[in-house]
């Protein structure tokens, strides 16, 4: 059977994750939660259904969506007449709301795709990354949740000479990480905190595995671009920049290509709404302008560092 995946979303001329003009795939699954995370449709690996409350017709005009779940009208909650969520305790995912509804109140986040057609998109804009050096990137959620999919789809762009960066949390055992290195040009990766207890308390899961598979795939002279979220109040403060510098400089062997690093912002929420998840860090408060120019010295204390740093993910910013 031809391999496939589950793919959430597809950019085409994207500029931000890997050099040049690129093709990005977002994959379903990750292993981590982080509290700030703006793609919640990412989370889940397989196909999920979200709700838009402001474009149902109504349950009196319309009803559809109840009429085709072998759940039954206890799978919705409709408010004004509208429907404003799912009962995610009793819903399977089967979609049959989502074929049936007439409007786009129901949105599916996920459909899976083969290879074949995953290249059919990619070779469209072949001739951008000759011209600007680009190519494909893989992210999510994470990609190496799906990693038997990514090895073979990799593989079909290396055959036709096309760049591979693969965006990952590299919370994984090194076997998965390890099998992508053969096809997999650039590694993006984030080193969200140090201390890998805060760590689990914000994402999830520890450090260990990821610090451990970045030295690994540093010491094997892989390429990375490595990733700052800056959370106001979580990871900015003095001691875990300086311990960020020192475990860039003392175990990565001069193997970042760059740090970006990227300033916190309030995105998704509307995802987090249409899947009847809550967002939780909805009651930071910060001053923009005071962030940025924090941001900005953390950024020049970097550079002090001899690390090669910037602010946002383009790399020619
Ligand atoms: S996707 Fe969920 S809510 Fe929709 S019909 Fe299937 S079980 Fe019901
Ligand atoms: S099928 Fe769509 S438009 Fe009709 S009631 Fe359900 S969500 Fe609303």
Redesign the pocket.
């Known amino acids: 059977m031809a391999e496939s995946g589950i793919v959430f979303n597809i950019q085409r001329y994207t500029i931000h994750d890997g050099p040049g003009l690129r093709t990005e795939l977002f994959l379903k699954g990750c292993p981590l939660h982080c509290r700030w995370c703006s793609n919640p449709e990412g989370l889940c690996r397989q196909p999920q ?1 979200g709700v838009y409350r402001s474009k149902c017709i109504g349950r009196r005009a319309c009803g559809a ?1 109840v009429q ?4 039954g009208e206890e ?2 909650r409709f408010t004004v007449g509208k429907l404003a969520g ?1 009962d995610r305790t ?9 074929e049936a509804c007439p409007s786009d109140a129901l949105k599916l986040w996920g459909q899976r795709m083969t290879v074949d057609q995953c290249m059919e998109i990619i070779r469209r804009d072949r001739g951008y990354y000759e011209r600007s050096g680009g190519g494909v990137t893989v992210s999510g959620g994470d990609p190496l949740v799906q990693s038997d999919f990514v090895a073979a789809l990799f593989a079909a762009c290396r055959a036709e000479g096309i760049h591979t960066c693969c965006e990952s949390t590299l919370c994984f055992a090194w076997p998965v990480v390890e099998r992508l290195l053969p096809v997999t040009d650039l590694w993006i990766s984030d080193l969200k905190m140090m201390d890998s207890a805060r760590h689990r308390h914000y994402t999830g899961e520890g450090n260990a595995l990821i610090l451990r598979n970045l030295q690994t795939l540093a010491s094997l002279g892989q390429e990375l671009i490595l990733r700052i979220p800056i959370i106001p109040g979580v990871n900015d403060d003095r001691a875990n920049i300086e311990a960020s510098a020192a475990f860039i400089r003392g175990q990565l062997g001069g193997r970042v290509r760059c740090l970006q690093l990227l300033s916190f912002m309030r995105l998704g929420t509307e995802k987090y709404k249409s899947l009847g998840m809550s967002y939780q860090m909805s009651d930071v408060r910060m001053n923009r302008r005071a962030f940025q120019r924090k941001v900005g010295l953390i950024a020049a204390y970097f550079n002090s560092q001899g690390i090669h740093c910037l602010v946002g993910t383009h790399e020619k910013d």
């Open positions: 259904v969506c085709a779940c072998p759940a799978a919705f799912i009793l819903c399977t995912d089967c979609l049959a709301c989502l």
